[in-house]
């Protein structure tokens, strides 16, 4: 049988969306879904796996290990495991962002702040 779940029932924040897909489904696989405003976006943070990002709209200013990047909408990031990175929000409209990750629940070792 398929699984219909509230996003109000994974909802984080009032910009994130978190699916733990192991407690939720039982599926190896889980995601954030983001809804970024300008100046805002996650500090630096580890996975021990990779993270795939679908930038879906507005440009977003990635950190990954020591690059920074500026992707614009319609594009993927691929940051490797155990890689430094987070993103930031520099223009004026809502970022959107999927995130993948390849894992039952989310793992994240912060390293530094908001």
Known sequence: ????????????????????????????????????????????HVHPYAEVF???????TFTVGDERLEVE??????????????FKNFGEGTLNIFSIHPSPEVIQTWLEDD
């Open 73 to 86: 909408a319609g594009n993927v990031v691929v940051v490797p495991p155990e890689t430094p990175h987070g």
């Open 54 to 60: 679908l930038v879906q709209q507005w440009t977003a």
């Open 1 to 44: 049988m398929p699984l219909v779940l509230p996003i109000d029932q994974l909802r984080t924040s009032p910009t994130a969306v978190r699916f733990q897909g192991g407690p939720e489904a039982g599926l190896d696989v889980s995601f954030f879904y983001t809804t970024t405003p300008p100046g805002k976006g996650p500090g630096l």
